[in-house]
């Protein structure tokens, strides 16, 4: 099925450890985004790629990093995880065709 | 700086029409409206977009007013599984443009 992968849908990492989440999509989309969502808020952007070889920062950046390794794929590390990186964190990509997001089914961490 | 404006909540009768208002005063005229839904623990999920004119697509409607000051998304036969957060937003549609998220409409359909 097209659209936008995230592993690990799942993780519970101790404070001070380090994680990649990872992401990938299939349908050849340019731009790509990092969001997090904290309980009963919206969502906050913290990286974009808006093309192969690109990245800015977001809203809310402190404490990642991203890579974007090719088109199809843009990670999001946490070198050295806070309890305040618990959150759920979704990845994005742009349709050009109508500038509209499709979502992946996001990867919940929490940081004891 | 908040773009939209929304409510914080609302209900709405299963098989009854879904009427959600978002305020958008400062819209720029290169601007486009979309609407996003995130039902419980998933991403989020486009529904709609438009610039001036009505939109209808297969989930819902668009009304946009004449002086693109508000809208208001359709959803014409709310059922329980239309029960989510509605996000209202507006952005200049490429790509440097990104999307903020605001707070939503949490819309419950009651059975």
């Known amino acids: 099925n097209a659209g936008v992968t995230q592993t690990p849908k799942f993780q519970v990492l101790k404070t001070g450890q380090s994680m990649t989440l990872q992401c990938a999509q299939d349908?050849?989309?340019?731009?790509m985004y990092w969001y997090r969502q904290d309980p009963g808020m919206g969502l906050r952007l913290i990286y974009y790629s808006a093309s192969e070889g690109t990245t800015d920062k977001g809203e809310v950046p402190n404490g990642y990093n991203v890579s974007r390794l090719n088109k199809r794929e843009f990670s999001l590390r946490l070198e050295s995880a806070a309890p305040s990186q618990t959150s759920v964190y979704f990845c994005a990509s742009e349709n050009r065709a109508n500038y509209g997001y499709t979502f992946g089914s996001g990867t919940r961490l929490t940081v004891v | 700086d908040a773009k939209t404006t929304q409510p914080t909540s609302m209900d709405c009768a299963e098989g009854r029409a879904a009427n959600l208002p978002c305020n958008h005063s400062t819209i720029s005229g290169n601007e486009y409206v979309y609407w996003y839904r995130q039902i419980h623990s998933q991403g989020p999920q486009y529904i709609i977009h438009?610039?001036?004119n009505n939109e209808t697509n297969e989930m819902a409607s668009l009304i946009i007013t004449e002086d693109r000051k508000s809208s208001t998304l359709i959803l014409p036969h709310a059922t329980l599984r239309d029960t989510a957060v509605y996000y209202c937003i507006v952005r200049v549609g490429h790509r440097d443009d990104k999307i903020i998220f605001g707070k939503g409409t949490r819309l419950h359909i009651l059975p």
């Open positions: 349908m050849n989309h340019n731009s």
């Open positions: 438009g610039l001036k």
